[in-house]
């Protein structure tokens, strides 16, 4: 099943997307700033979600690797 029709995956990859862009934000600063329009505008954006949303993205990536575990 693809992850666009199942929302768990969804939310997953919407997850690691965030947390992926926050990074290579943070390593590479400059290559992210280039990037603010355009399609790479979705990534910028998310690195933005990131950067300020940390505490609540962080306790979703929690949750999500806890319904994971559980749900097998």
């Keep these: ?6 929302f768990q ?3 997953l990859v919407i997850l690691l997307i ?7 934000h943070a390593m590479l600063p400059g290559f992210m700033d280039r990037n603010r329009h355009g399609f ?3 990534f910028w954006k998310c690195a933005r ?3 300020r949303l940390s505490p609540y993205v962080s306790i979703c ?8 575990f559980l749900g097998g």
């Excluded at 965030?18 to 290579?24: A, R």
């Excluded at 990536?61 to 994971?68: E, F, H, K, N």
């Design 1 to 6: 099943m693809s992850a666009l029709f199942n």
């Design 9 to 11: 995956s969804l939310l």
């Design 18 to 24: 965030i947390c992926t862009s926050t990074y290579v």
């Design 40 to 42: 790479f505008g979705i």
């Design 49 to 51: 979600v990131g950067e």
């Design 61 to 68: 990536c929690v949750l999500m690797a806890v319904s994971i």
